[in-house]
């Protein structure tokens, strides 16, 4: 990412005072704050700064947190990525919008500053750099429309088809917020016609998932990107894309060390081109995407790798929806499918070894969303081979409100990408997967309400590997009530047990998770939760982890935090506060295919808010 407005030092000795920069920051971010509040409160109110307004004038949101964390003692995830106890962070967040008439802008700026960071112990050249203070312009962008033709200049976020071909959004959760930070423009005729060119580069939000900090990272990969659509009315909807992927690093030798944690060694140049189709009539919907890839392999260090190749995405979804036919009831059905083959995921196969590796601790942002049929915290390790599909059911019982819905899918992963860039080194996989849930109203509020949920996977190896498991299995269930009980109180509570069993394909292991919440609301103002979670992740079948050489151990535990919220009202609608503390559970948590690893931690924060 570029940083216009850097002007902190990053420093890799620990306990290193600050320079005085981070004083003039904080004091040029404070005066900022001030501005903004004169300034929006003579225009009026507005949204956040991270979508376009919708009143006219100037409208943000400024966001600031503290947290701590203590001591831990030495976890796997430390003997991997190095010390990340006792440590405060600060992070200042001001995003600013305006708009007037057709034309709207905005920027937002991120401050990240370590009053205290932890003792450093060698284990690379690289987490150096993950506790270093930083401010810079995060986001910004210019957009004006004209009739028919719209103009974006800055970060921007781009999604073709299904974001089968091509993804990014920056208001996205967790790791996958990037934007395309360059210039759009789309001609469009509502109903009819929409061609749209796109260009710049990837801006991805890079924050250390153990740390939080703001990562050292300039603009990296280079997208050119088009898209053509023709309308018929509401019913018929057919369009075609094309994007051209650049790596900014081709080799490994070429990629600075502070810049590794980041990019992850050098990448690949994939050109993908693709046809969608949308048909829509009553309560019938079909819609089907087929994407070609090309890419160019920069990562094999072996003459083994694949170095040149091509792969396919389709993907096709067939639903119907009964609509007012029937009195009592609504039916929903839906049927999906999906076939992959040596289609990349770009940025799941990113290593700081410049060859392809499937790395659990730390793998890279994607920059497409390929769906996988299952549920998103599932660990999918080979996204560019698969073949299935999924049955969905749903029934709304009008009278009752209560909805219950059966989805089961099938899943064929067709192998993999080795550790030298050769496809189907990891054998594939059969799973099954079941879900069953039910959501009921009570007392004609659609507040006071109990849901259920029950799911099972089952896997099985197409080639047995002598020391790996053959098949494996996962349990899940889900339960969570909330009732009104006036006015002023309302109560809430959840449940979530996981038994996790799965095999090669998938983390391996043998454990369970259970996390429970306690919540009590009063008077839609004051929000108390309280959470126990259990965790014997990554024990192992002898309790043990080698991590760089050395056996550690990871013992079942307990975690108990609490929240405690508050949403100002009149006067002080805009401004909210939260304050959290105890000791969190860490262990892998997944998005939409891909995982991360964190630490157990014991740590607390406070967050505020204001928006105008």
Same mark, same amino acid.
């Given at each position: 990412?570029?940083?216009?407005?850097?002007?902190?030092?990053?420093?890799?000795?620990?306990?290193?005072?600050?320079?005085?920069?981070?004083?003039?920051?904080?004091?040029?971010?404070?005066?900022?704050?001030?501005?903004?509040?004169?300034?929006?409160?003579?225009?009026?109110?507005?949204?956040?700064?991270?979508?376009?307004?919708?009143?006219?004038?100037?409208?943000?949101?400024?966001?600031?947190?503290?947290?701590?964390?203590?001591?831990?003692?030495?976890?796997?995830?430390?003997?991997?990525l190095?010390?990340?106890?006792?440590?405060?962070?600060?992070?200042?967040?001001?995003?600013?919008?305006?708009?007037?008439?057709?034309?709207?802008?905005?920027a937002?700026?991120?401050?990240?500053?370590?009053?205290?960071?932890?003792?450093?112990?060698?284990?690379?050249?690289?987490?150096?750099?993950?506790?270093?203070?930083?401010?810079?312009?995060?986001?910004?962008?210019?957009?004006?429309?004209?009739?028919?033709?719209?103009?974006?200049?800055?970060?921007?976020?781009l999604?073709?088809?299904?974001?089968?071909?091509?993804?990014?959004?920056?208001?996205?959760?967790?790791?996958?917020?990037?934007?395309?930070?360059?210039?759009?423009?789309?001609?469009?005729?509502?109903?009819?016609?929409?061609?749209?060119?796109?260009?710049?580069?990837?801006?991805?939000?890079?924050?250390?998932p153990?740390t939080?900090?703001?990562?050292?990272?300039?603009?990296a990969?280079?997208?050119?990107?088009?898209?053509?659509?023709?309308?018929?009315?509401?019913?018929?909807?057919?369009?075609?894309?094309?994007?051209?992927?650049?790596?900014?690093?081709?080799?490994?030798?070429?990629?600075?060390?502070?810049?590794?944690?980041?990019?992850?060694?050098p990448?690949?140049?994939?050109s993908?081109?693709?046809?969608?189709?949308?048909?829509?009539?009553?309560?019938?919907?079909?819609?089907?995407?087929?994407?070609?890839?090309?890419?160019?392999?920069?990562?094999?260090?072996?003459?083994?790798?694949?170095?040149?190749?091509?792969?396919?995405?389709?993907?096709?979804?067939?639903?119907?929806?009964?609509?007012?036919?029937?009195?009592?009831?609504?039916?929903?059905?839906?049927?999906?499918?999906?076939?992959?083959?040596?289609f990349?995921?770009?940025?799941?196969?990113r290593?700081?070894?410049?060859?392809?590796?499937?790395?659990?601790?730390?793998?890279?942002?994607?920059?497409?969303?390929?769906?996988?049929?299952?549920?998103?915290?599932?660990?999918?390790?080979?996204?560019?081979?698969?073949?299935?599909?999924?049955?969905?059911?749903?029934?709304?019982?009008?009278?009752?409100?209560?909805?219950v819905?059966?989805a089961?899918?099938y899943?064929?992963?067709?192998?993999?990408?080795?550790?030298?860039g050769?496809?189907?080194?990891?054998?594939?996989?059969?799973?099954?997967?079941?879900?069953?849930?039910?959501?009921?109203?009570?007392?004609?509020?659609?507040?006071?309400?109990? +849901?259920? #949920?029950? /799911?099972?996977?089952?896997?099985?190896? *197409? @080639?047995?590997?002598?020391?790996?498991?053959?098949?494996? %299995?996962?349990?899940?269930?889900?339960?969570?009530?909330?009732?009104?009980?006036?006015?002023?109180?309302?109560?809430?509570?959840?449940?979530?047990?996981?038994?996790?069993?799965?095999?090669?394909?998938?983390?391996?292991?043998?454990?369970?998770?259970s996390?429970?919440?306690?919540?009590?609301?009063?008077?839609?103002?004051?929000?108390?939760?309280?959470?126990?979670?259990?965790?014997?992740?990554?024990?192992?079948?002898?309790?043990?982890?080698?991590?760089?050489?050395?056996?550690v151990?990871?013992?079942?535990?307990?975690?108990?935090?609490?929240?405690?919220?508050?949403?100002?009202r009149?006067?002080?609608?805009?401004?909210?506060?939260?304050?959290?503390?105890?000791?969190?559970?860490?262990?892998? +948590?997944? #998005?939409? /295919?891909?995982?991360?690893?964190?630490? *157990? @931690?014991?740590?607390?924060?406070?967050?505020?808010?204001? %928006?105008?």
């Amino acid at each position: 990412m570029i940083s216009p407005m850097k002007c902190f030092r990053r420093w890799p000795v620990a306990n290193s005072h600050p320079p005085r920069f981070c004083s003039i920051g904080a004091a040029v971010f404070g005066l900022c704050f001030v501005a903004f509040n004169v300034l929006a409160s003579s225009t009026g109110d507005g949204d956040g700064a991270s979508q376009p307004p919708k009143k006219e004038g100037i409208s943000g949101e400024y966001e600031s947190t503290l947290k701590y964390v203590g001591d831990n003692g030495r976890t796997p995830v430390e003997f991997a990525l190095g010390e990340d106890d006792n440590r405060a962070s600060v992070l200042q967040q001001l995003m600013l919008s305006v708009k007037r008439g057709d034309t709207d802008g905005g920027a937002t700026l991120q401050l990240r500053m370590f009053p205290a960071s932890p003792a450093y112990w060698p284990i690379d050249n690289i987490s150096m750099y993950r506790f270093g203070n930083d401010v810079r312009i995060e986001r910004f962008w210019y957009h004006h429309k004209a009739q028919s033709i719209e103009v974006t200049f800055g970060d921007f976020s781009l999604t073709l088809g299904r974001k089968l071909a091509f993804y990014v959004d920056g208001d996205a959760t967790g790791w996958d917020q990037a934007t395309l930070r360059g210039a759009s423009l789309e001609f469009a005729q509502p109903g009819r016609f929409l061609l749209g060119l796109y260009g710049g580069s990837t801006n991805t939000q890079n924050t250390d998932p153990v740390t939080g900090s703001m990562l050292e990272a300039e603009a990296a990969d280079t997208v050119v990107a088009v898209q053509v659509q023709w309308h018929a009315k509401e019913v018929v909807r057919f369009g075609m894309h094309g994007v051209h992927f650049e790596p900014r690093y081709k080799l490994a030798t070429d990629i600075p060390q502070q810049q590794l944690w980041v990019d992850k060694g050098p990448g690949i140049r994939i050109s993908t081109a693709g046809a969608l189709l949308d048909f829509r009539l009553g309560g019938i919907s079909f819609y089907a995407e087929g994407n070609f890839q090309s890419h160019d392999n920069f990562r094999t260090i072996s003459s083994e790798g694949v170095h040149n190749e091509s792969g396919s995405a389709v993907y096709a979804e067939l639903a119907w929806d009964s609509g007012p036919y029937f009195r009592r009831i609504k039916l929903q059905l839906q049927t999906e499918g999906v076939w992959y083959r040596r289609f990349l995921a770009e940025g799941t196969y990113r290593s700081a070894f410049g060859e392809y590796l499937l790395s659990e601790l730390d793998p890279a942002v994607k920059y497409h969303q390929m769906p996988t049929l299952e549920p998103d915290w599932v660990l999918i390790r080979s996204l560019g081979n698969e073949l299935g599909g999924r049955v969905t059911g749903n029934v709304l019982f009008k009278r009752t409100e209560t909805s219950v819905e059966v989805a089961t899918s099938y899943i064929h992963y067709l192998g993999g990408i080795g550790p030298v860039g050769r496809w189907d080194r990891f054998k594939g996989v059969e799973a099954f997967h079941g879900v069953v849930s039910l959501s009921q109203p009570f007392c004609s509020s659609r507040e006071t309400k109990l +849901v259920l #949920e029950a /799911g099972g996977r089952y896997e099985q190896t *197409d @080639a047995p590997t002598s020391g790996y498991a053959e098949n494996g %299995y996962l349990y899940h269930g889900k339960m969570s009530l909330f009732i009104r009980a006036s006015a002023r109180h309302g109560f809430g509570f959840s449940t979530l047990l996981r038994r996790h069993k799965l095999g090669v394909m998938q983390q391996n292991g043998d454990f369970r998770v259970s996390d429970s919440e306690l919540e009590y609301r009063w008077m839609s103002q004051w929000r108390f939760v309280v959470r126990l979670q259990y965790s014997d992740e990554l024990q192992g079948a002898e309790k043990q982890r080698l991590i760089l050489g050395r056996q550690v151990s990871w013992s079942p535990d307990w975690f108990v935090n609490g929240t405690v919220t508050w949403s100002g009202r009149g006067m002080w609608a805009p401004l909210s506060a939260s304050l959290s503390g105890g000791t969190v559970r860490g262990g892998f +948590v997944c #998005e939409h /295919g891909s995982c991360r690893m964190f630490p *157990d @931690a014991t740590e607390a924060m406070l967050s505020v808010r204001y %928006y105008r």
